[in-house]
C-alpha cells in the first residue's frame, strides 16, 4: 500500500501547487503583486523494504521578487519602486510590513493608506497624516510636501517622508494579508531607495506561463490519479485470486 500513500501525497502536493499558482494568476492585474512559488521536498518512506521510496511534502510557500513593469499613470499620489526596496506600512495588528503596492490615498481622516487601507509608515515609523493641503507632491526619496490650504502657491512645505526599506531578500516573508515582514525585525529606513512618480509597478505574474503550469499541474493530477486506481485494481484482483484459491 505504500504505492497507493506515495501518489496520494503526490495528487495533494499537486492540489496545493494548483492553488499557488491559481493565486498568482488571480492577481495578474494587482499593483506590486508578487508571484508566489510552492516549496516541496521528498522525503523517505520509513521500514522495510522501502528504503529506496520516497513521498513529497509541501514545505512551504516563497515568492518571486523580480521586479514586476512599471506603468506611467500620471497621477501624483502614484509612485512605484525603482529597483529593489520596499514601502513600509502598518498591518492590522499594528506591525511593520513592506508592500510594492504604490497606488497611494488619503483617507477621510488624513491618513496616507495603499490602496488595500495599510497606513503608510513616515520617518519616525509612525502613519504619516498629512494637514489639510492644496495639493500633495512626493518626491524621488518618498519626501512629501503640499501647499497648505489657503496658503501661497509658492508656500510649499515638507510634511514628512516615506519610510523606504531594502532588506535582503532572503529575509523576507509573505504573510497572510499579503504583506511582507522582514524576518529579522523591522528594517531601517535605506536613502537609496527611489521612487518613480506617477507610475504603478504591475504584477510580476507571467500570464502566459501561469496558464501552462495550470495545464501541466492537470495533467499531472491526472497521472496520480489513474496510479491509484491501478493499485485498488490491482488489490482487488489479487483478493480475488486468495479467494479462488
Not at 508578487?34 to 523494504?49: D, I, N, T, W
Not at 502613519?127 to 503640499?146: F, H, K, W, Y
Not at 501647499?147 to 516573508?173: D, S, Y
Request: aromatic residues 4%.
Amino acid at each position: 500500500m505504500d504505492t497507493l500513500w506515495i501518489a496520494a501525497t503526490g495528487a495533494r502536493t499537486i492540489l496545493q501547487q494548483q492553488a499557488v499558482v491559481t493565486n498568482n494568476l488571480a492577481n495578474v492585474n494587482t499593483t506590486g503583486f508578487r508571484a508566489g512559488q510552492a516549496q516541496f521536498r521528498a522525503l523517505p518512506v520509513y521500514g522495510e523494504p522501502q528504503p529506496s521510496n520516497a513521498y513529497v511534502v509541501a514545505q512551504g510557500q516563497s515568492a518571486d521578487l523580480r521586479e514586476g513593469p512599471i506603468n506611467h499613470t500620471g497621477r501624483n499620489l502614484d509612485v512605484a519602486i525603482q529597483g529593489a526596496g520596499w514601502i513600509a506600512v502598518q498591518t492590522a495588528n499594528g506591525e511593520t510590513g513592506y508592500t510594492r503596492n504604490g497606488d497611494l490615498q488619503v483617507s477621510s481622516s488624513g491618513i496616507l493608506t495603499t490602496s488595500d487601507g495599510h497606513p503608510v509608515l513616515g520617518q519616525g515609523g509612525a502613519p504619516i497624516s498629512l494637514p489639510p493641503l492644496e495639493s500633495v507632491q512626493i518626491g524621488a526619496d518618498g519626501t512629501i510636501s503640499g501647499i497648505p490650504a489657503g496658503g501661497q502657491p509658492n508656500a510649499m512645505v515638507v510634511v514628512n517622508r516615506i519610510r523606504l526599506v531594502n532588506p535582503p531578500a532572503a529575509q523576507m516573508q509573505r504573510g497572510a494579508d499579503g504583506l511582507f515582514r522582514d524576518t529579522q525585525g523591522p528594517a531601517p529606513h535605506d536613502g537609496r531607495v527611489q521612487l518613480a512618480v506617477g507610475a504603478l509597478e504591475g504584477s510580476n505574474v507571467n500570464p502566459v506561463q501561469a496558464m501552462i503550469q495550470i495545464l501541466d499541474n492537470t495533467r499531472a493530477f491526472e497521472i496520480q490519479t489513474k496510479l491509484m486506481q491501478t493499485v485498488d485494481q490491482n488489490h482487488q484482483a489479487a483478493s480475488q485470486l486468495l479467494v479462488v484459491s
